[in-house]
């Protein structure tokens, strides 16, 4: 665990490990960027398939990591905290934290 052959996964994970471990409030920050990080990463899935089942897979994962970022975000507010975005631009971000919770669908 937390061991990658790809050096690049390596220093990622690393990194917000060591980030993560600092305080509860630094935790969610770092759980808050992974979500950031895997909205983006899906968007570009997203545009480069066309395959229905697949799409359907996508959208639903980031349905859910929609609703972790609002969470975490919650959390960081509530322990006096603001999150910005680190890999969508802040005015996603924005959008995102502004809308209801979502559900998947099948």
């Known amino acids: ?3 990658f052959t790809n050096p690049d ?5 690393d990194s917000l490990t060591e980030q993560g471990s600092i305080s509860i409030l630094d935790e969610l920050y770092v759980c808050a960027t992974i979500e ?3 909205i983006k990463d899906l968007e570009e899935i997203l545009s480069e398939t066309d395959k229905p089942d697949f799409i359907k897979v996508c959208e639903n994962l980031m349905k859910g990591s929609r609703n972790h970022l609002r969470a975490f975000v919650g959390e960081i507010e509530l322990l006096g905290g603001t999150y910005v975005a680190q890999y969508l631009t802040q005015i996603e971000v924005d959008d995102i934290l ?3 919770r979502e559900t998947g669908s099948y």
């Open 98 to 100: 502004d809308a209801p």
């Open 9 to 13: 996964l390596q220093e990622l994970y």
């Open 36 to 38: 950031d990080m895997n």
């Open 1 to 3: 665990m937390g061991e």
